[in-house]
């Protein structure tokens, strides 16, 4: 690790001047940004923690959903969600380990957009809003390929408002070694329809599946899902599954989380 | 009521209280006055030519004291293989020199080229990547697959070496026209192909060293991870720096795990020596996991053929395999015994089979070394072995469990010699069949079976009958099959004045425990509390000259060594009471830590007798030295042979291919058992890693030689949720008949007979799923290959 300054700001307002200066980066949980650090592989000159900022912190209800505050860790939200919102809890709950979830942000999450990270497939599926310090971006916008997002240099995820469906629910198969999700598949039913959003599998991040939501919305149950097929030309292929294993497990994942959300 | 002290209780392990409370002393947490840090230069290449390394830049940074390259060592002793192998036709092994840091070429990603010492760890690490970016190094074509490194004498890691052969070994080479005719003349012949996958240590602690000199008394230290401290200065004194023994002392403190890789010497702990000589400061160095990854010596990596010819209803009549294993870039100190005497020997397994042939091609390549990881050479035969059998079994439709039967050994055929050059001396392979039969209730299997397909679940029971050769080894023995050292162990027992005792062992526990079992053992003959025996161990400056800790012998050699300095004591010990109570020696008995003359009341304790040695007032000073001291060496007269049978239960998840393992049974024949718990201990940890090897592990690396999983986002362990409640038992036991103690070994046991237990249950869950064109899966057996498998 090399040699960096620190900053604390309470507002999110100095933590908006303190990120324009040369060299400086949001801090949120640490996760990721630190043992890239620690390798060398990110030097910024100033990080600036976004988790002393009261109004970063917390979940609750609101006007359009569940408001989650972007420095929430994933243990919080796995604890206060569950009474509103209890697929999105689950996720939380089963991201890394004890101290990965008391530590790791959901704007943490969104802000970096690992292609297996767990939050987008939420964020995705249950089409919720991504609120910054300049604007509101609909998730169907924010999401724009491998660690790529709509935010522009220096600008803050403050919260996200996730809408909650009436039924939904979260199935992830953990990569064997990283714990990431190989696949992981996140379907929410609303009045108005189905959302199926897969993270893991895709090449290009996090993506909707459609076909399977124009199924799902005629019929919700697993077996509307026989006929579809995933094509493995717009999966990822590495060390741990073909493309057409990921193409597989979309399919059976997605069937299985119908199944879960009952 | 189990005994709860001395020998065959389950004492509670001593050194955990340190451990579990923080309070070990690993070499990482030594700080010394006026340290520096070493941080290596490591190639980004596989293979490459050093074609110049500018130090200045980096010489000139901040707090920068040193800067070496290869050329530093040029001169110097290359790092041996510690045994010599002859290829078929007679010649030796292509041995090619191992420098302390690459001179010329470099041969694998994270081959050590140069080294900063620095004030700090950050200024050594930023001068490091200044002589990364100084130094000009030339790729050349990556040899990374072993057929294609044999095939082509164009390309080399070792320039010498043209086909890029270590040897080409034959087992046993006079017999191999026999066992051709067998196999040709067998009704049946099952061959398999298979791989077994290439692991990494993933030592909890990574290596660490510290170099010490002292100018004024010209002593160095070498502060250590190493599972064999004497070992390690043998090799760093008499081959590679030239230091002479009496001058280093080399420390094993606390060590984190070792599992094999710090049984080796490696060039930074010469380096690190070598700068704390030139700049009169303490030198240190602690791997980061990285580093670990890329250069701790890896395990396994062989690529089997395995025919078996058999008859029709399952006896095995031959035994043939072709072996082709990886050596990495550089011979590593085991790295040449372990594809050959510790896994050609053992392809007879427990069966009586009358014709074996093993061929074994060890290949250079631009990857990591490898040599001994738990089990050692034993556990790609076990693998080879059970695979192929319960193959015979599907192809000739026969009951898996009968096969085993038919051809295990019988009790009344020991001593037993195999046809490839052991003699077992005892076992009772039905026995430990039967019991893991009874445990894992084999006749329910289908009710269980039924009950996983009500939840998706396909279920499949796979048996692994095993056994090894440990208690490494006997000198005379190993003598001839090449080695270059002795391996017999040493143990001195210091009986103090009042009466406790400290015990300097040759034996390192880097977590076996043997801090509380030596106790146990002495402290039963002595007929003493354990508390007051203390157990010394890591410190050349301390313990005798004893080989150290790996091949599970540190209780079967270094254990015996122990047991016999003691008899020693309690000998002497009559002597002393003989004077003291006016008897003859020969009516003198030793009982419960009483020195008494047989059938009287006249008695002294061990206490009386300790003391009186140390201030001999009454004492045969005219023919007795005082003191109350002995040290015993001991070489093994023979290999010592656990064995045992194992049964795995698997469920597959068809959609997914995910296998997870419901129930492990192990039933295992360790002779006689010091420490009930500690075995347990042992035989959970050799399992967990086995199912680490069958359904997560694998090393990758990419054509170019770029070590794929080289962090634990890509290199799988198992975690305590991919392991079951391990159900075990130690109840079959045939003592050793060599050793006095009659005990076995059990350290590499669950490593050794897990594996194909694993992969034949998964194998037979997809056929009872009607899966059945899946005749094999290499391991690791991981979702996606057993979905590939199924789909394929
Ligand atoms: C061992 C381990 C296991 C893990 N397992 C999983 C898993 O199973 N599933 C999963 O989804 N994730 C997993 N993670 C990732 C973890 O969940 C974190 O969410 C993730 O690392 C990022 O969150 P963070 O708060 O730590 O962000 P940081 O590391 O602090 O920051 C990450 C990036 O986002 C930027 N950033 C942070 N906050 C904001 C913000 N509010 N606005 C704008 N930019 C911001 C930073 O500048 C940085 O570039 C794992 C991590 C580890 C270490």
Redesign the pocket.
């Known amino acids: 690790m090399h040699n960096f300054d620190f900053a604390k700001p309470s507002t999110i307002a100095d933590a908006a001047r303190a990120l324009a200066a040369e060299g400086a ?12 650090m620690k390798q060398r592989l ?1 030097a ?1 000159s100033v990080l ?1 923690s ?1 988790t002393g900022i009261k109004e ?1 912190q917390g979940v609750c209800l609101g006007e359009g959903g569940l408001h989650v505050g ?2 929430t ?2 243990a919080v939200v796995a604890k206060e969600a569950r009474a509103h919102y209890p697929a999105l809890a689950d ?1 939380a709950g ?4 004890p ?3 008391s ?10 957009n ?1 292609p ?5 497939s939420a964020v995705l599926a249950s089409g919720a809003t991504v609120v ?1 310090n300049k604007r509101r971006i609909a998730a169907d916008d924010y999401f724009q390929g491998l660690f790529t997002t709509a ?1 522009e240099a220096g ?4 919260s996200v408002i996730f809408p909650i469906p009436q039924k939904a629910a979260y199935v ?1 198969f ?1 990569q064997p070694a ?4 190989l696949t ?1 598949v996140f379907v929410a039913k609303f009045a108005s329809g189905v959302r199926v959003a897969v ?1 893991g599998a895709g090449n290009d991040g996090v993506f909707r599946w459609a076909e399977a939501e124009r199924a799902l919305s005629a019929d919700f149950s697993a077996s509307a899902l026989s006929g579809l097929s995933v094509d493995p030309a717009g999966m990822n292929s590495d060390l741990h599954g073909s493309a057409e294993y990921r193409a597989n497990l979309v399919k059976v994942l997605t069937g299985r989380a119908v199944t879960a959300a009952g | 009521m189990p005994k709860d002290h001395g020998i065959g209780a389950s004492s509670k392990r001593r050194e955990d209280v340190r451990f579990l409370t923080g309070r070990g002393v690993y070499t990482d947490d030594m700080a010394l006055h006026g340290q520096t840090y070493a941080v290596f230069v490591r190639s980004t290449v596989a293979h490459g030519r050093i074609k110049s390394i500018k130090t200045a830049n980096a010489a000139g940074m901040p707090g920068v004291l040193a800067v070496f390259t290869g050329e530093d060592f040029k001169d110097v002793g290359g790092n041996p293989a510690g045994w010599l192998i002859n290829s078929r036709d007679g010649t030796p092994m292509r041995e090619p020199k191992r420098p302390v840091l690459a001179y010329s070429k470099v041969r694998h990603v994270g081959d050590a080229y140069a080294a900063v010492v620095a004030e700090t760890y950050a200024q050594a690490r930023d001068a490091a990547e200044q002589l990364a970016a100084d130094s000009e190094i030339e790729e050349l074509p990556a040899i990374i697959d072993m057929k294609a490194a044999v095939a082509d004498p164009s390309n080399r890691v070792h320039d010498e070496i043209p086909d890029n052969l270590c040897f080409d070994w034959g087992w046993i080479e006079d017999n191999r026209a026999a066992v051709d005719a067998a196999m040709k003349a067998a009704p049946h012949v099952v061959t398999l192909e298979l791989v077994n996958n290439r692991l990494v240590p993933n030592a909890m602690e990574p290596r660490a060293s510290i170099g010490e000199y002292n100018p004024g008394t010209g002593d160095y230290k070498l502060t250590t991870t190493s599972q064999n401290p004497h070992l390690t200065r043998l090799l760093v004194a008499a081959f590679v720096l030239g230091i002479p023994e009496n001058k280093l002392q080399v420390v094993a403190p606390d060590v984190g795990g070792g599992f094999g890789s710090k049984i080796y010497h490696y060039g930074e702990e010469a380096l690190v020596l070598a700068a704390a000589k030139k700049l009169g400061r303490p030198v240190r160095w602690t791997a980061e996991r990285s580093e670990s990854f890329l250069t701790d010596a890896h395990g396994r990596d062989h690529v089997t053929k395995i025919e078996l010819g058999c008859t029709k209803d399952g006896q095995i009549l031959a035994i043939r395999t072709e072996t082709l294993a990886n050596v990495g870039a550089y011979l590593s100190n085991f790295s040449t015994a372990t594809p050959t005497f510790l896994h050609g020997t053992l392809m007879a397994g427990p069966y009586k089979v009358p014709h074996v042939y093993v061929n074994v091609k060890t290949v250079f390549t631009n990857t990591a070394p490898v040599d001994a990881y738990r089990g050692a050479g034993r556990p790609e035969a076990t693998y080879s072995l059970e695979r192929v059998i319960d193959k015979m079994c599907r192809e000739l439709n026969l009951d898996p469990f009968e096969v085993r039967r038919k051809n295990l050994l019988t009790p009344d055929q020991f001593p037993y010699t195999t046809p490839v050059g052991l003699v077992y001396d005892t076992g009772n392979y039905q026995a430990t069949l039967d019991r893991v039969m009874a445990m894992a209730d084999v006749a329910g299997f289908e009710k269980r079976a039924a009950e996983s397909k009500k939840r998706g679940k396909l279920r499949g029971m796979g048996l692994s009958t095993w056994i090894e050769a440990c208690g490494i080894a006997p000198s005379h023995l190993v003598g001839v099959l090449g080695s270059r050292v002795g391996l017999y162990d040493a143990a001195t027992v210091r009986v103090n004045a009042t009466g406790n005792i400290s015990v300097m062992t040759g034996a390192h526990s880097h977590g076996q425990g043997h801090e509380t079992v030596f106790a146990q053992i002495v402290a039963e003959k002595l007929g003493i509390p354990e508390s007051s025996v203390e157990i010394v161990h890591g410190d050349t400056a301390k313990i005798p000259f004893g080989m150290g800790s790996y091949g599970s012998r540190s209780l079967a050699v270094c254990g015996t060594a122990m047991a016999k300095a003691v008899d020693k004591i309690i000998a002497k010990g009559k002597k002393i009471a003989a004077h003291m109570l006016e008897a003859s020696e020969g009516d003198i008995t030793f009982e419960n830590g009483k020195f008494q003359v047989a059938g009287t009341d006249k008695a002294k304790t061990f206490g009386e007798i300790a003391f009186s040695a140390y201030v001999p007032h009454n004492y045969p000073l005219e023919t007795l030295e005082p003191g109350l001291e002995e040290t015993a060496f001991y070489d093994p007269a023979n290999f010592t042979y656990p064995a045992g049978a194992y049964i795995c239960e698997v469920e597959v998840d068809e959609g997914t291919g995910k296998v997870d393992v419901v129930a492990f049974h192990c039933a295992d024949d360790f002779g006689n058992v010091m420490n009930p718990m500690i075995v347990e201990g042992q035989v959970h940890g050799g399992v967990g890693q086995g199912i680490g090897q069958a359904l997560c592990e694998f090393t990758a690396y990419d054509e170019t030689g770029q070590l794929l999983t080289g962090s ?1 986002m890509d290199y799988p362990m198992p975690r305590a949720e991919d392991v079951p409640f391990y159900n075990v038992d130690y109840s079959c036991q045939t003592p050793c008949t060599h050793n006095p103690l009659g005990v076995k070994g059990c350290g590499e046991a669950g490593a050794i007979g897990s594996p194909p237990a694993v992969v034949n249950a998964v194998i037979d869950a997809l056929h009872r799923g009607g899966h059945t064109h899946v005749t094999h899966i290499d391991m690791p057996v991981s979702p996606s290959r057993v979905w590939s498998a199924i789909n394929g």
Do not use: W
């Open positions: 980066q949001a801090l949120s949980g640490g996760q990721t940004l630190i043992p890239t990110a910024p600036v976004l970063m972007a420095a860790p994933h996720l089963g991201i890394g380990d101290s990965v979830r530590r790791g942000t959901i704007g943490g999450s969104i802000a970096n690992d297996a990270a767990c939050y987008p910054t935010l600008e803050i995820v403050t992830k953990n990283s714990r990431f999700a992981g993270t | 634990y």
